[in-house]
Each structure stands twice: as C-alpha cells, then as structure tokens.
C-alpha cells in the first residue's frame, strides 16, 4: 500500500495522456460521478476509497482546522463546479477533501450552453468550459442534501452550496434567484457561496459591481438569518469573485463584505483571459473560443487577490483561495498569505482520485 504515493501519480498521468485524453471531457466527467455515486451505494465503499487512496481520517491529523465553525479535515477542498447536483459528496470526501462546494445550483432547473463546451488545454494541464450553469435546480439540490444530512457519515460532511441565478433571470431580478435558492438550501449548507463570477452565464459577472452586488448579497444575508431564527444553525455567507476583476475592485467587494458583515469571499473563480505564458497553440485555444479558464495559468493572480483581500479584510473574515493550485507546496503558499481554506478542481482532475489524499499527507508530514 506504500508503494502508492509515489507509484499512483505516475501511473494515473500516464492513463491521462495515453487514454483519457482521447475521451469527450464532459464525458468523462459524467463517468466519474456515476462511479463515485455507486462507491456511495456500494456498502464499504466508501471506506475502500480512503484506503485505496491512503486518506486515514485520524483524529490527531495536523492539518485540521476550525473555519465557518465547522472542523474540516484537511484545508484543501473542492471548489464548484465538479459535483454540480450534490450527488457523490461522501465519495469525494473519502478522497481526502476536507470540504465539497456543490453547484453552482439555480432556482430552476437548466441544461446550459450548447455542447461541446468542456475542453483541455494539456499542454498547461488547464481546462476551458463554458457549461452555462447546467444543473437540477433548488428543489432537487435541496432534497439530495436532506438525504444527505440524515446519515452520520452525511451530516460530518462539511458542504458548501454554490448559489447562482438563472440564464432566464433578468439581472434586475437576479436578487430574487439567490434569494429563492439561499431559501432552499441553507438549511442544509455549511455555508452559501454567491456565485457572481462565471463567465458563462450572460451579464453575470455585472453582478460584481458593488452597487448591483448589495441587494444580491442582502437578500442572501437574509435568508441565512432567517434558516437561524428557524433552525438555531449558522449558515455563513460569502461571494465568490473573478480573478479579471481590476484591484480596486477587489478592494471595492471587500469593503462591501465588511460593511455587510458577510463571513468571507472565494477568490477566485476561472478567467476569461488567454494569457501568452500559456503552452498550447494559439490555434487550438481559438478554436475553442470562449469560456472560462482554469488551471496552473491562474496561480499568480489568484494569489495576488489574496494578498489584496487580506490587506482589506480583518483576520476573522475567511477568505476561501482557489486557482491553479496544484502541489502541496501550493496549498502551504496560501495558507501562509492569508488563506484559511484553499480548493482545487483542475488539479483533481489531471493528478487524479488519490490527489487530495497526497496533498493532505504531504502537508501533514511537514506540519
């Protein structure tokens, strides 16, 4: 079982790069969550993820830590995007990820922008996707999580619900979509995510101006006191922001998180830039046309919106990190700017199922 650590990484890129990526990435995407779905049914399943992918679980673990008042085992977790429906959290968890953001989630269900609109940039081990919000909607996103919750192993799961607004939704009711969604599904959240930073849903990232931001953010801010006064659970609020968004506006949203006494801001969401550093041709990064940009290409920036949201920010506001985060020494990076939490996706999705696992046990070992 040893033999995985250095064994694992070698052999998951070489399937990568000799089969995978000869696969529809949306495709393979869909055969990942049918997989970790029935791991869930499986009875033991779960428990063979975490010990085919060397996730302990100990108590003692040094990389616990205690954020939106919950106790995530790792600091590393997995930003939206991946687990859209809620539906494998438990297996993901197995994995080593110390927390699952499912959604984006909209009041109503959609089916998103016109395939294809998932890509792979190898040669940068970035991705592009322009999805567009594709999801089951509130009600069914509400009714997988209270299945969720009503299992031990269900209610230990830290999940934080994306939240976004319809395509359908003009922006000047866009308050109303995040309301309706906050409504649903903060009984059941660890915390909500308001998701006005994808580039794939027309008009969206307009929301990010902090004149349109406010009542979004009121009207969420709202709902989650209201699931308290009903509940007695604190459901903490944050915005999750783009990394194109200019340093005075960065500065901008986090005086409106303090002004508002929001718990935090995820920084940062995927780029609608083609940076020159990237490898790929520039053919085939045309040729893929629009949509939002993830992968290692995002580090610097999304390190740099740290830095500028802890400068504005006091200590006890959270500031999720993601964004081309790849290596534990990545995660160790943000942690040490300021970061109380970082996610990944891509990395996830290039290193493979044991890739939280590893850079949980790495960080532990240098702790």
Known sequence: MHTLDTDEPTIYRFLFRTLFKHTDPEWAHHAVIDALRLAQVVPGGCAVLRAVFHHRGQANTPTRRTVLGREHESPVGLAAGFDKDGQAVRALIALGFGHVEVGTVTPRPQPGNPRPRSFRLMDDHA????MGFNNAGAVAMARRLARLRRSAAGRDAVVGVNIGKNRTTELADAADDYRDCARL?????????VNVSSPNTPGLR????????RPLLEAVQEESQACRARTGRDVPVLVKIAPDLHDDDVRAVAHLVRELGLAGVIATNTTVERPTSLRSPRGQIEQIGAGGLSGPVLSGRALHVLHLLREELPRDMVVISAGGVTTSADVTKRLAAGADLVQGFTGLIYEGPGWPGRIARELARTA
Not at 127 to 130: E, G, I, K, T, W
Not at 185 to 193: C, F, H, S, T
Request: charged residues 20%.
């Open 206 to 213: 307009d929301l990010q101006s902090v004149d349109a931001l």
């Open 185 to 193: 599904l903060a009984p059941y959240a660890d915390y909500l995510a």
């Open 127 to 130: 991705l592009v996707n322009r």
